[in-house]
């Protein structure tokens, strides 16, 4: 089936610093992307989505940017904190079938 | 309001053995899906279940069954247990007019030895 990958499987930043999280996804008729955090012993928290009629959404502290010409997602978070730490993962969407989650990357903040 | 929550939090079982995992939808939720985490990789879809019925199913096999009570509870049963079931499973419930945004629960983490 359908698959979402990640570019970067790992990532550590200052604290204070921007992240960015990048996303491939294969299917170009996905019209609805989630990123979702993830931190240890947690299920999956939504963090922020984007419809595929868009191609920018802010919320506090993070951004997630759209490029349907290139099946790309990026997620990202402005002044990182200690708090960001955790597993980050891009999900699509088929017209509300079931989403299809990329393997994830982990975020690293350092002090 | 409690979330989403499940049943147990951990869970060893032995090859071969039958399991069965319990979730509670967040409140005003009735549509409920479950997702197989194994170490180190992003959810998979297992199925989704609205109305008491399974509506959506992923790629896994019969032995992986569901069902929903009509106070939209779910449970998961996994049958002939293998040692690749070994995993976090999750439950995620979503509102009644859009499946789009769900709200997962914390997991369990079932060993199968």
């Known amino acids: 089936g359908e698959s979402v990958g990640l570019h970067l499987p790992t990532l550590s930043v200052q604290e204070g610093d921007n992240s960015i999280i990048n996303c491939a996804y294969s299917?170009?008729?996905?019209?609805?992307f989630i990123w979702y955090k993830q931190e240890s012993g947690k299920g999956p928290q939504f963090i922020i989505d984007?419809?595929?009629?868009?191609d920018k959404r802010q919320g506090q502290r993070v951004t997630v940017l759209l490029n349907k010409t290139v099946k790309h997602l990026s997620l990202q978070i402005a002044a990182t904190q200690p708090g960001d730490s955790a597993v980050y993962f891009c999900a699509e969407n088929f017209y509300g079938q079931n989403f299809v989650f990329g393997p994830g990357t982990r975020l690293s903040v350092l002090p | 309001d409690a979330g989403v929550t499940q049943s147990p939090t951990h869970l060893i079982k032995t090859r071969g053995q039958q399991v069965t995992l319990r979730c509670s939808p967040k409140s005003g939720h009735d549509t409920v899906s479950w997702y197989q985490q194994a170490l180190g990789q992003g959810p998979q879809f297992i199925f989704q279940?609205?109305?008491?019925?399974?509506?959506q199913r992923g790629n896994f096999p019969d032995r992986f069954s569901g069902h929903q009570f009509p106070n939209y509870s779910s449970e998961l049963n996994v049958n002939a247990l293998l040692l690749g079931d070994s995993a976090l499973y999750l439950c995620?419930?979503?509102?009644?007019?859009?499946?789009?945004?769900?709200?997962f629960g914390p997991g369990t983490r079932l060993t199968v030895t």
């Open positions: 995620a419930s979503s509102l009644p007019t859009d499946t789009s945004e769900q709200y």
């Open positions: 299917n170009s008729a996905s019209d609805y």
């Open positions: 984007i419809r595929s009629n868009m």
């Open positions: 279940y609205y109305e008491e019925e399974e509506r």
